[in-house]
């Protein structure tokens, strides 16, 4: 089996990279001049150089794979029309070139987000729950979904939702073990918000299941590991996984907002993405973002088996290991 994946210099890519080598898959990587290599260095792939922008490098790509995993995408951005540009017109250019230039019964599989349905009401999402994103980010994996449903039609695609992502690699998370690992523990708000998170290594797992058992005709998946939190069970689990007493602190909504439009502005001056701007900041307002993996379970056999507490005790032992923490 050969595959392509994009953005597997990222967290999510490379995790996926290594499994699909360790179950003897060829695999291919679509990179770009300045991607950082250093979780692909010591691997067995084939770096594909090339660009979003660039048809004929994307058409290098997909030619001669089976699969085609399409990881990349902007999780934040300088401006609005960058999240765009990344996440859906990236998604349009690369389903051409699968459509122009992939072999006939190419499998392409989206990695979308839980941000392009929006939050819930309360009860975990489903597949079929109408959509409503409230950030760019969100309506720009939405519209990237759209693209690949249209694509379903002539060709085997399938989404994947994933919510919060946490594991070795991930930079995110990892402001919050540095927090708690010095004794705080900071909750956005009143602390009620719950949240869906995946281990990478479920998700990348269940990613595999999706292409190899969904029928391939636009199917959306959520793969969800088994508990949702909220932010205090997190810090709480955390600060027992760290050896830790926590002391837990609110930053109010003004003080969130206002450190939005500090990291909004300062982006658009300079013209990196911020860790944190006002799109995030809209997404952290909500109070539910669950989503519920009951079809995964029922159509691709999917079952999560990192428990929170084991999940996060691992990610700590990777973080330490690599002296992040
Ligand atoms: N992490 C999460 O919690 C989470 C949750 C739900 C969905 N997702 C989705 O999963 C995917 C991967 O996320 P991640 O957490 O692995 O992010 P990441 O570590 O930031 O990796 C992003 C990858 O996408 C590439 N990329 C970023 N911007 C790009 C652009 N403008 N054009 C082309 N390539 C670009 C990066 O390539 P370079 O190295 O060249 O920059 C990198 O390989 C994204 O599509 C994201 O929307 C993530």
């Known amino acids: 089996m050969r595959a392509l994946v994009t953005g597997a210099s990222g967290f999510i890519g490379s995790h996926l990279v290594e499994r699909l080598l360790a179950e003897g898959a060829q695999v291919k990587c679509l990179v770009r001049r300045h991607s950082n290599l250093r979780w692909l260095k010591n ?8 660009d979003f922008q660039d048809p004929a490098s994307l058409a290098r790509a997909v030619r001669d794979v089976e699969e085609v995993y399409h990881v990349a995408g902007a999780t934040r951005a300088a401006r609005r029309a960058e999240y765009f540009r990344a996440n859906h017109q990236a998604t349009v250019n690369l389903l051409r070139a699968c459509r122009d230039h992939g072999p006939p ?4 599989i989206f990695i979308s987000s839980l941000a392009a349905a929006g939050p819930s009401a309360g009860e975990p999402l489903a597949e079929d729950t109408p959509s409503r994103p409230v950030s760019a980010y969100g309506a720009s994996k939405l519209l990237a979904e759209q693209a690949v449903l249209n694509f379903s039609r002539q060709r085997s695609a399938t989404i994947i939702r994933p919510p919060v992502v946490y594991g070795p690699r991930d930079q995110e998370a990892l402001l919050l073990f540095r927090s708690v690992q010095r004794g705080f523990h900071i909750i956005p708000g009143r602390g009620a918000q719950r949240l869906s998170l995946v281990h990478i290594q479920d998700l990348v797992a269940g990613i595999l299941l999706a292409s ?23 810090g709480e689990c ?22 939005g439009l500090a990291g909004s502005a300062i982006s658009q001056l300079s013209r990196t993405p911020a860790l944190w701007n006002l799109d995030k900041v809209k997404e952290i307002r909500q109070t539910y ?16 088996v990192m428990d929170l507490s084991e999940g996060l005790t691992a990610t700590a032992a990777w973080y330490r290991r690599m002296g992040w923490l």
Do not use: N
């Open 43 to 50: 691997l067995p792939v084939i770096l594909s150089p090339g």
């Open 238 to 259: 955390l600060g027992r996984v760290l050896g830790r007493r926590v002391r837990t602190l609110y930053a109010p909504g003004w003080m969130i907002h206002l450190a």
């Open 105 to 108: 019964g190419q499998k392409f």
């Open 289 to 304: 973002w669950l989503c519920s993996c009951r079809k995964a379970r029922m159509e691709l056999g999917f079952q999560p």
């Open 212 to 234: 190899r058992r969904a029928q391939g005709r636009g199917e959306i998946y959520y793969l969800s590991g088994e508990q949702d939190c909220d932010w205090q069970d997190l």
